[in-house]
T-cell receptor, first 115, second 109 residues
Framework: IAGITQAPTSQILAAGRRMTLRCTQD?????MYWYRQDLGLGLRLIHY???????GKGEVPDGYSVSRANTDDFPLTLASAVPSQTSVYFC??????????????FGPGTRLTVL | GQNIDQPTEMTATEGAIVQINCTYQTSGFNGLFWYQQHAGEAPTFLSY??LDGLEEKGRFSSFLSRSKGYSYLLLKELQMKDSASYLCAVMGSNYQLIWGAGTKLIIKP
């Protein structure tokens, strides 16, 4: 593994189903983030984690949950998917949380369609 | 409220120079980032500015004026591979990034 990986690459999901998007990084970064990207809109933060064992809500957290059991993994769960959650989801990580020059590095993304 | 504005789309010619502007209104400021995103791919880091002035990195330069809430990304000697979206993001007082919608840059031969 080099950098950040996400799985699956894409998924079509029936509304009401539960889905977990996986994210793993091997850079030993403390902070991790989940964003969604929709056409015409900027990246929007869903949830974040400043360090293993802690999580926080971003701009659009409703309908999503996360966990951070260890440094490397940061899964995002949709408990009951709805069509408005159709989007491209990006996981990102940064070395430290709250640092002014802290650069975020992105995974390749998961394209999710909810029907 | 917090707002990041950038043009939706720009067109430029191969070999030329293009300037992509970004204006922002945020609660607090801890730096401004520029990212490049090719279609269907992840954003990749280009530059970071926290002090006023110009930061040069090869063909790409980024400028910041904190008093005007303004930044630009300057791309010189444009190549076809520079066709991409360019995302402006500001780190606010809570150290979270606020993202603009991105500028799609089309390079013509």
């Amino acid at each position: 593994i080099a950098g950040i990986t996400q799985a699956p690459t894409s998924q079509i999901l029936a509304a009401g189903r539960r889905m977990t998007l996986r994210c793993t990084q091997d850079m030993r970064h403390n902070a991790m983030y989940w964003y969604r990207q929709d056409l015409g809109l900027g990246l929007r933060l869903i949830h974040y984690s400043n360090t293993a064992g802690t999580t926080g809500k971003g701009e659009v957290p409703d309908g999503y949950s996360v966990s951070r059991a260890n440094t490397d993994d940061f899964p995002l769960t949709l408990a009951s998917a709805v069509p408005s959650q159709t989007s491209v989801y990006f996981c990102a990580s940064s070395a430290i949380a709250g640092g002014p020059s802290d650069t975020q590095y992105f995974g390749p993304g998961t394209r999710l369609t909810v029907l | 409220g917090q707002n990041i504005d950038q043009p939706t789309e720009m067109t430029a010619t191969e070999g030329a120079i293009v300037q992509i502007n970004c204006t922002y209104q945020t609660s607090g400021f801890n730096g401004l980032f520029w990212y490049q995103q090719h279609a269907g791919e992840a954003p990749t880091f280009l530059s970071y500015n926290v002090l006023d002035g110009l930061e040069e990195k090869g063909r790409f330069s980024s400028f910041l004026s904190r008093s005007k809430g303004y930044s630009y990304l300057l791309l010189k000697e444009l190549q076809m591979k520079d066709s991409a979206s360019y995302l402006c993001a500001v780190m606010g007082s809570n150290y979270q990034l606020i993202w603009g919608a991105g500028t799609k840059l089309i390079i013509k031969p």
